[in-house]
């Protein structure tokens, strides 16, 4: 059973005059001058102005006149570094190489993901008996952009029949659209409307999905916090469809979720208010019109079943358990007080997986994986040998299955996959990618750094062997730092091209992350999530002692919670960093739950209507409210997409405003904002590739590189 995922032109109207043109390495950059139109709240008797709330509206013409207007400005400086198309192509060239991701079996056939190289989208392929693969579904044909994608893809239980999910520019909001899997024929009318939802199948009858009320106004900003989970069944209208949880008050969530057990029998609810925390409920689906079984009734935990056996439901919890752990329980007595240990928490965080009949327990070692295999019994049956240091991922599939797959990688070596026998714990290559990049020539290691109160924090730098430790490497200082997200080592193409041209790519483990487990997680959350920003400047500073690099060639990055990071330190710590590059983030902190699902983030960030400390707090150090006159802030380019609505890019949009007002000094703030695009998922190869050789470039030329320092060698035609 899989774990139940819960989903941030002048124009005279706008433009009063243009600002004082400034020099920036022999470009001329003229800002548009935003007009600024007051609006004042008053929060527990203080008085917060707001100039740039007409930024917040997305449909106005207003807006869409700056965003043309900042994007010219952007553009143009962007066209006159001289190696950018070098980086591009560089980009271009490594990434074109054939992926394919690990198959899975449904009906008669074999299905797997697979991408040439360049194409924007990954094409579905599939094959009967060890034919010939042909293609199953080609998202790269939704649109001529490529800016359509793929989200999901689910199928019956007898896999005649499949239901996928497309989002269109990037947007949360989905469509479902069913097809017969035989013949690939449409079979009925497109679902719309459907958003942070997974596609759970009942039989081959119909499937459960998730979505809110499509909002008032803008879809894009609206606030959307009621979500409902219905019921669709094949061959029926959309507008017929039940809500099978959320329609009345007392059921009211942000956030729900509906799963069916592999075995058909039961329907597993999650509702939250919040990104963590969740209660539970099952319904057994073998009685008509059965009552919800109430499993949790509180949101103290995150807890959800990783199987059924007849009765006995295998959950895995952080209830009295911060590193999680594995309780079995019978279904027709399933509060906590009859839960039964079955593995039990470590001092690890643990994930866990399931199939062909057993359970795998993966385990963050300092945010590196170590996977142990256990049979429903609860017997240890081995520790799976990894090919190395770095994460794992996969293990799981049906019950029935006599082969699985798992997926090995580390910031210096590219993604591979493994066929595993989970009878005698041996497996083989399955695809290993035939890439223009040489991992023996880079290197990773973990270090361990003091935190300003004292905790250790790690981080894991990397970077080409033989480095000189003289102070003057260009650095990248990558963190996210919240929502019990768990930064583990990963590669990444644009990342291997920015350690060829000799820079330095180093990761630490903030807390508010989930790399230690809740305790970690809440050390970052709210009234302390001062202690993310305090871990991430000391990561900088810890990296310019150890003469990695110094605060002339280091630049800070991250997205979305990542991008209030860097808004966040770049605001509180100017003179630290050479170039900062906060991308999709949340930073007006004061109204970030005014939209779509923001007020969802609350567990984490807390809001400034909480009470009278918490607005305090938050305005101590919201990037958008941070912004001084007089201050030099280094070289920043905010990016976004103009079809994010999951963190609208008013937050973008307003701390550039911010920043281009009252800037002291030549260093250049940018906005580069992505047309007919979102938060980043789906987002196009073609656009990825854009996006990085426009970073990897703004930051090397601001750090003073007036070429590459490795420039890529000229390829020497037969």
């Known amino acids: 059973m899989k774990k139940l995922i819960i989903p941030i032109l002048c124009a005279s109207a706008i433009f009063v005059s243009c600002k004082e043109e400034i020099k920036q390495r022999n470009i001329e950059v003229k800002y548009p001058e935003t007009a600024k139109k007051a609006v004042v709240d008053t929060l527990f008797g203080t008085a917060v102005t707001d100039n740039y709330r007409w930024l917040e509206d997305d449909r106005s013409k207003e807006t869409e006149d ?21 980086l591009k192509d560089r980009l271009s060239e490594l990434w074109n190489y054939e992926k394919v991701g690990t198959p899975f079996k449904e009906g008669d056939y074999t299905y797997f993901y697979k991408n040439d190289g360049l194409q924007n989208q990954y094409v579905v392929y599939r094959q009967k008996d060890g034919g010939e693969p042909e293609v199953f579904l080609d998202p790269n044909t939704f649109s001529e952009d490529g800016t359509t994608s793929l989200s999901s893809l689910s199928f019956s239980k007898d896999g005649k029949t499949v239901a996928y999910s497309i989002s269109e520019g990037g947007s949360d909001w989905r469509k479902i659209i069913v097809l017969d899997a035989e013949t690939k024929t449409v ?38 916090d009621q979500h409902k989970l219905y019921y669709h069944k094949l061959g029926t209208s959309q507008k017929n469809d039940p ?8 059921e009211k969530h942000r956030y729900v979720g509906g799963g069916v057990s592999e075995d058909n029998n039961f329907l597993i609810i999650t509702a939250s208010v919040s990104t963590s925390g969740n209660k539970l409920f099952f319904k057994d689906l073998r009685k008509p019109n059965s009552p919800l079984v109430t499993v949790l009734d509180h949101t103290n935990s995150d807890t959800y079943p990783i199987d059924i056996i007849g009765n006995k439901v295998y959950l895995v919890t952080n209830l009295n358990a911060p590193n999680k752990k594995v309780v079995t329980v019978d279904i027709t007595n399933p509060t906590p007080e009859n839960w039964k240990d079955f593995i039990p928490e470590t001092e690890n965080v643990l994930s866990l997986n399931s199939g062909a009949g057993y359970f795998f327990a993966e385990y963050m070692v300092d945010a590196v994986s170590k996977v142990l295999q256990y049979d429903y019994d609860g017997k240890l049956v081995r520790e799976v040998k990894l090919p190395g240091v770095g994460s794992s991922g996969g293990f799981g599939g049906k019950k029935d ?22 009878k005698d714990g041996t497996y083989e290559s399955y695809w290993k990618p035939a890439i223009d990049f040489n991992s023996d020539d880079y290197e990773s290691n973990q270090v361990f750094y003091t935190s300003k109160d004292g905790t250790k924090v790690p981080m894991i730098i990397t970077h080409k062997k033989g480095i000189e430790l003289n102070g003057k490497n260009p650095t990248i200082l990558y963190g996210y730092g919240g929502f019990n997200v768990s930064l583990t080592p990963s590669f990444s193409i644009a990342n291997s091209v920015w350690m060829e041209q000799g820079g330095v790519y180093a990761v630490p483990n903030l807390r508010g992350g989930g790399e230690y487990g809740k305790k970690w997680h809440d050390a970052g959350t709210q009234m302390k999530k001062q202690n993310v920003f305090d871990d991430f400047i000391a990561a900088a500073e810890y990296l310019i002692a150890e003469n990695y690099t110094s605060s002339d060639y280091l630049a800070v990055r991250g997205g979305s919670n990542g991008g209030l990071l860097v808004g966040a330190t770049m605001t509180q710590r100017p003179d630290l960093m050479k170039v900062a ?19 969802g983030w609350a ?30 802030y280094p070289a920043t380019m905010v990016t976004t997409g103009d079809h994010d609505d999951r963190v609208v890019p008013a937050h973008s949009f307003k701390f550039a405003a911010e920043l281009q007002d009252k800037q002291t000094g030549n260093n250049p703030t940018l906005i580069r904002i992505e047309t007919n695009a979102g938060h980043g998922a789906g987002t196009p190869v073609a656009k990825t590739i854009e996006q990085y050789s426009d970073i990897f470039g703004f930051t090397l ?7 590459l320092p490795n420039p890529p060698k000229a390829k020497i035609k037969s």
Not at 208 to 220: A, M, R, V
Not at 614 to 620: N, R
Not at 701 to 707: H, K, P
Request: glycine share 6%; hydrophobic share 30%; net charge negative.
């Open 187 to 224: 079979k009925e009318d497109t679902l719309v409307d459907v958003k942070f939802s997974g596609i759970s199948w009942y039989k081959n009858e119909g499937f459960y999905y998730s979505s809110y009320d499509k909002p008032k106004g803008s879809e894009l900003s609206a606030k959307t």
């Open 401 to 422: 299955a006599k082969e699985l797959y798992f997926s090995f990688t580390n910031y210096n070596t590219p993604n591979s996959s493994y066929k595993f026998n989970p």
């Open 701 to 707: 030329f601001n750090m003073g590189f007036d070429q």
């Open 581 to 599: 590059l906060p991308a999709v983030g949340v930073l007006d902190m004061l109204r970030y739950h005014t939209f779509t699902a923001g007020a």
């Open 603 to 632: 567990y984490d960030y807390g809001t400034a209507e909480q009470s009278k400390e918490m607005f305090e707090y938050l305005k101590g150090y919201s990037p958008v409210h941070n912004v001084k006159e007089g201050v030099s």
């Open 66 to 86: 700056w965003v043309k207007a900042e994007n010219e400005v952007t553009f143009d400086y962007l066209s006159k570094i001289p190696y950018r198309e070098q």
């Open 243 to 250: 809500v099978i949880f959320g329609a009345i008050p007392s």
